[in-house]
């Protein structure tokens, strides 16, 4: 209920701008529409009240109502009841009548669609039928110079008005797509890429070495003992032990470089243009840094990486090779001491130790 409360509120802001700037303008050109009639005092009253009083009025009816987005359509259709109700009083004189119908009809559209505008539609007719019955039906075929005069600001600045919000919420939209654009590639936790946008990129990557023959390294990293970490202090501290390495993702790369969460305890890092000899070194730093870390709560704890590298090489067929010879690496780290940054054999040379950790 708060959110569609939120958005309620919302609607009525940009409603309320052009509502004030449409309605204080449009009664120059009823006024100039009616003036050739004459009108009993209550009429002109109420011009005044639609003109400069409504617009603040129903802003604040939708502020204060439980659900904010029905009551500015109710708003709305009330602006069209009243449009309409101009129009049979001016005699329906053509240029006042279809300035102001056709503004309105502009207005439910961009706020409401054809359903909108179909019920503003019979809103006008409403309208039309109430100022017979209080006035009486007449017509008016001719306009004056002064009644073409008084409906060119109607006709310039409240196009513009509507314009203007529609702008801004074309911006508006278009920031929240791309928040949720970032949102749907990053991983909620660590705030690094997730598994799937890592893996996007890594393809492209792939793609870009085989087609300039480019260096390109990746690793994969894996928190030694990570489930004993979870099993032995709970999953809060977990969660901590995972943000920690993230930040000193962060901090230890380069702008180039894209970090991942592949997944679990599983972390992912493209190094583009970088030899496998830069990368061990990078990735030793960080399982150095990595290593330091101490949880104040539970100073006992002691962290450390395994971490597989591998360098492209024309040996790859595709970048699933790619990513399992990193894997390969990953679990040669792991399976001979852990806590070391290990490369991967390619067609030259046999799987290598870059370093060895404690």
């Known amino acids: 209920m708060d959110n569609q409360q939120g958005k309620g509120l919302s609607f009525a802001k940009r409603i309320y701008m052009p509502r004030i700037v449409g309605l204080g303008i449009g009664s120059l050109s009823v006024f100039a529409g009616l003036y050739p ?70 207005n439910n559209v961009a706020a409401g669609g054809l359903r909108l505008f179909i019920h503003g539609s019979l809103a006008q007719l409403s309208g039309v039928l109430l100022s017979w019955l209080l006035l009486g039906p007449a017509f008016t075929g001719q306009a004056t110079q002064l009644q073409i005069y008084a409906c060119l600001p109607m006709l310039t600045l409240y196009p513009m008005a509507v314009g203007m919000v529609c702008y801004q919420l074309a911006i508006k939209l278009s920031e929240h797509k791309r928040t949720l654009s ?44 990570f489930k004993h970490i979870n099993d032995s202090y709970g999953h809060i501290l977990g969660d901590a032990v995972l943000h920690q390495l993230s930040r000193d993702l962060k901090l230890n790369l380069r702008q180039d470089d894209l970090a991942g969460r592949y997944g ?86 046999a799987c290598l130790a870059v370093s060895a950790g404690s």
């Open 37 to 106: 009639v004459p009108q009993p005092t209550w009429v002109w009253l109420f011009l005044l009240f639609n003109g400069f009083v409504w617009p603040h009025l129903a802003y604040l009816i939708s502020s204060r109502a439980a659900f904010p987005y029905q009551a500015e359509r109710r708003n709305l259709l009330c602006d069209s009841l009243f449009g309409g109700f101009w129009a049979a009083a001016m005699q329906f004189n053509p240029l006042p009548t279809v300035t102001i119908l056709a503004m309105m009809a502009m």
């Open 182 to 225: 970032a949102l749907s590639r990053t991983d909620s936790l660590t705030g690094l890429l997730n598994h799937g946008a890592w893996k996007d990129l890594l393809h492209l990557k792939f793609t870009k070495c085989q087609q300039q023959r480019c260096h390109g390294t990746i690793a994969l990293i894996d928190i030694d003992h």
């Open 264 to 349: 679990g305890d599983e972390f992912c890092v493209i190094l583009p243009a970088t030899s496998i000899q830069q990368a061990g070194e990078v990735m030793e730093r960080l399982r150095e840094v990595f290593g330091n870390y101490r949880h104040p709560g539970v100073p006992q704890l002691r962290v450390s990486l395994s971490i597989g590298l591998a360098a492209w090489h024309p040996g790859l067929r595709d970048a699933a090779m790619w990513l399992m010879e990193a894997d390969k690496a990953l679990y040669a780290a792991k399976n001979t001491g852990r806590n070391k940054v290990t490369a991967a054999a390619t067609a030259n040379d």
